[in-house]
């Protein structure tokens, strides 16, 4: 029998209320550019404590159900996830295109799912903005080190209460973001453009705008990846990064952003598959250290909120212990949430099992089940959590969303080097466009009247762009055929460090039409550049950025 959600309503709504202003602030080492106007007005709740009815709900649960509320698993279809609802009591699940393909389709199986439940489920999925995107129906922004480009905070807010706003009228009500590591090494593989940049202060401000956006929204924010996944040549999807980072480094780099999320009440933090024997020598990932995630991020850091594993599919979670263990060791750790368990049935049992046999105590399985359950009532899941179908499809991409995108796109465009005031394009010049994406730039350039040639023999200048290229940019600049050069970084502006032929150089830090679009102004002087530099490239200070 279904368990009813009213006698808890007005308690829940209650929690939703903001409890105090507390603001996000900037630790570390400031930069001019971190230190620009335009941060938020931070109306963010830290952490709410959970009300007294959560522990009475709790004490009322089976083994079975507070293990259940651990799980967040990946599901085929509608009767695949009602099977786990019945099953496993599964807490919420995440959302891939094969599942969410339109607002309308979406926003139903979403009421579906949580009208299967007796206790509501926190859906979630991984909308980072930019590179990282589940649902491609969603207003497209640039990205974070787009935004990052832009030093304004306020923007970062903007953003997340669109992507947020969308989300929600789709019955999502967790998103996977932001991100909160410090992209220190250009040869990253996973982290990149993913993130706002390099110096700790400018990301802990751009973090901090993009948290309260997402929970103005009523989306469940989740800073990630803890301890800090910025200075990595692996990629924890296919192996186990080891970060060399000194308990000294870690404190000056990776922790500040963190930090600022802890103090901006964020809703949940996700663990990183990376083994940093200055923090923990025990060769274990985070997500499996309790040194890691007890004593650094529940006892240094003082974090009160659901902690997340990142996928338990990849191969950094199952690499060292196995899928099924995994689970276990994560939850002794002290993580909260086990997203996307490659086998849930496996994984289940074991952790009921570990329960029973004492491996985890029920003290604290139940602080982990309080913890999601709070969670779930600050952002109003235990009042009416069915959506419309039809609001949902009026409300994701809409003209004023897309707005929003134009704006942070114009503001992000970084103009690097202009030897002879090559930029703008004076009219008449004739514009040969080559490298990734090079059509729909042309298409862009040729709708603001600018002469397009076939070849770069038959143009004035060669607009080139790049898209993590590395070295091979040096070459691709040569092959123009002594053309002048107008080299543009369309995803790490690390390319840039390997352009030094070109007559001219930008950053967009993102493909996407959006950014495209917006270097198509650029270009032709209808939008002046106004981007800065949010890494440190080879040569070009951080913070570098010009204009006409």
Same mark, same amino acid.
């Given at each position: 029998? !279904?368990?009813s959600r009213t006698p808890v309503a007005v308690v829940a709504a209650a929690l939703a209320l903001p409890l105090a202003a507390?603001?996000?602030?900037? #630790?570390?080492?400031?930069?001019?550019?971190?230190?620009?106007?335009?941060?938020?007005?931070?109306?963010?709740?830290?952490?709410?404590?959970?009300?007294?009815?959560?522990?009475?709900?709790?004490?009322?649960?089976? %083994?079975?159900?507070?293990?259940?509320?651990?799980?967040?698993?990946?599901? $085929?279809?509608?009767?695949?996830?009602?099977?786990?609802?019945?099953?496993?009591?599964?807490?919420?699940?995440?959302?891939?295109?094969?599942?969410?393909?339109?607002?309308?389709?979406?926003?139903?199986?979403?009421?579906?799912?949580?009208?299967?439940?007796?206790?509501?489920?926190?859906?979630?999925?991984?909308?980072?903005?930019?590179?990282?995107? !589940?649902?491609?129906? %969603?207003?497209?922004?640039?990205?974070?080190?787009?935004?990052?480009?832009?030093?304004?905070?306020?923007?970062? &807010?903007?953003?997340?209460?669109?992507?947020?706003? /969308?989300?929600?009228?789709?019955?999502?009500?967790?998103? +996977?973001?932001?991100?909160?590591?410090?992209?220190?090494?250009?040869?990253?593989?996973? *982290?990149?453009?993913?993130?706002?940049?390099?110096?700790?202060?400018?990301?802990?401000?751009?973090?901090?705008?993009?948290?309260?956006?997402?929970?103005?929204?009523?989306?469940?924010?989740?800073?990630?990846?803890?301890?800090?996944?910025?200075?990595?040549?692996?990629?924890?999807?296919?192996?186990?990064?080891?970060? !060399?980072? #000194?308990?000294?480094?870690?404190?000056?780099?990776?922790?500040?952003?963190?930090?600022?999320?802890?103090?901006?009440?964020?809703?949940?933090?996700?663990?990183?598959? *990376?083994?940093?024997?200055? %923090?923990?020598?025990?060769?274990?990932?985070?997500?499996?250290?309790?040194?890691?995630?007890?004593?650094?991020?529940?006892?240094?850091?003082?974090?009160?909120?659901? *902690?997340?594993?990142?996928?338990?599919?990849?191969?950094?979670?199952?690499?060292? +212990?196995?899928?099924?263990?995994?689970?276990?060791?994560?939850?002794?750790?002290?993580?909260?949430?086990?997203?996307?368990?490659?086998?849930?049935?496996?994984?289940?049992?074991?952790?009921?099992?570990?329960?029973?046999?004492?491996?985890?105590?029920?003290?604290?399985?139940?602080?982990?089940?309080?913890?999601?359950?709070?969670?779930?009532? !600050?952002?109003?899941?235990?009042?009416?959590?069915?959506?419309?179908?039809?609001?949902?499809?009026?409300?994701?991409?809409?003209?004023?969303?897309? /707005?929003?995108?134009? &704006?942070?796109?114009? $503001?992000?465009?970084?103009?690097v080097r202009n030897k002879g005031g090559a930029l703008p394009l004076r009219n008449g010049t004739r514009v040969h466009v080559?490298?990734?994406?090079?059509?729909?730039?042309?298409?862009?350039?040729?709708?603001?009247?600018?002469?397009?040639?076939?070849?770069?023999?038959?143009?004035?200048?060669?607009?080139?762009?790049?898209?993590?290229?590395?070295?091979?940019?040096?070459?691709? *600049?040569?092959?123009?055929?002594? &053309?002048?050069?107008?080299?543009?970084?369309?995803?790490?502006?690390?390319?840039?460090?390997?352009?030094?032929?070109?007559?001219?150089? %930008?950053?967009?830090?993102?493909?996407?039409?959006?950014?495209?679009?917006?270097?198509?102004?650029?270009?032709?002087?209808?939008?002046?550049?106004?981007?800065?530099?949010?890494?440190?490239?080879?040569?070009?200070?951080?913070?570098?950025?010009?204009?006409?």
């Open positions: 029998m !279904r368990r507390c603001n996000g602030g900037t #630790t570390g080492t400031g930069s001019s550019m971190s230190q620009q106007t335009g941060a938020p007005t931070p109306t963010a709740t830290r952490s709410a404590e959970p009300a007294p009815w959560i522990g009475d709900f709790v004490k009322g649960m089976s %083994l079975e159900q507070k293990v259940g509320q651990l799980f967040v698993p990946t599901f $085929a279809d509608r009767a695949d996830a009602e099977r786990m609802i019945r099953r496993y009591h599964v807490g919420g699940f995440i959302y891939f295109p094969g599942n969410a393909r339109d607002p309308v389709q979406t926003a139903r199986l979403s009421n579906a799912l949580q009208r299967a439940s007796e206790i509501p489920l926190l859906l979630g999925v991984d909308e980072e903005q930019g590179l990282v995107t !589940r649902l491609p129906y %969603l207003t497209k922004f640039p990205g974070n080190m787009a935004l990052g480009a832009t030093a304004q905070p306020g923007l970062a &807010r903007e953003a997340a209460r669109v992507t947020g706003t /969308e989300l929600r009228a789709l019955g999502i009500n967790q998103n +996977y973001a932001p991100v909160a590591d410090v992209n220190v090494n250009p040869a990253n593989p996973v *982290i990149g453009v993913r993130s706002f940049g390099s110096d700790p202060a400018l990301v802990s401000q751009m973090l901090g705008g993009a948290v309260q956006g997402y929970q103005d929204a009523g989306v469940a924010a989740t800073a990630k990846h803890f301890p800090g996944h910025g200075d990595t040549d692996v990629d924890s999807h296919t192996g186990l990064p080891v970060i !060399r980072h #000194t308990r000294q480094e870690w404190e000056r780099l990776d922790a500040p952003p963190f930090q600022a999320a802890v103090r901006q009440g964020v809703d949940a933090i996700m663990t990183a598959h *990376i083994v940093v024997p200055g %923090l923990d020598d025990s060769g274990d990932p985070a997500t499996m250290s309790r040194t890691v995630l007890t004593g650094l991020l529940r006892q240094k850091l003082g974090y009160r909120g659901v *902690i997340v594993t990142d996928s338990l599919q990849m191969a950094g979670a199952r690499q060292k +212990y196995g899928a099924t263990q995994a689970a276990v060791r994560a939850v002794q750790a002290g993580a909260d949430q086990l997203l996307m368990p490659p086998n849930l049935a496996g994984a289940h049992a074991a952790v009921v099992s570990a329960v029973r046999r004492g491996a985890i105590t029920r003290q604290r399985l139940d602080e982990s089940v309080t913890r999601i359950l709070a969670l779930k009532a !600050r952002r109003g899941l235990f009042g009416d959590v069915q959506v419309d179908p039809r609001r949902a499809a009026q409300v994701v991409g809409s003209r004023a969303h897309q /707005e929003v995108a134009r &704006r942070v796109a114009e $503001a992000s465009v970084t103009l080559a490298g990734p994406h090079a059509p729909q730039l042309a298409a862009a350039l040729r709708k603001r009247n600018v002469r397009i040639a076939g070849s770069p023999q038959a143009a004035d200048v060669v607009v080139l762009t790049t898209q993590d290229a590395g070295a091979a940019t040096a070459a691709r *600049i040569r092959a123009m055929g002594g &053309r002048p050069v107008v080299a543009v970084a369309l995803g790490r502006p690390y390319d840039l460090a390997h352009a030094g032929a070109a007559t001219a150089t %930008l950053a967009t830090y993102s493909s996407g039409n959006v950014s495209l679009n917006a270097l198509a102004r650029v270009l032709t002087g209808q939008t002046k550049p106004a981007g800065r530099l949010p890494v440190q490239v080879s040569g070009l200070r951080f913070g570098h950025g010009l204009t006409y």
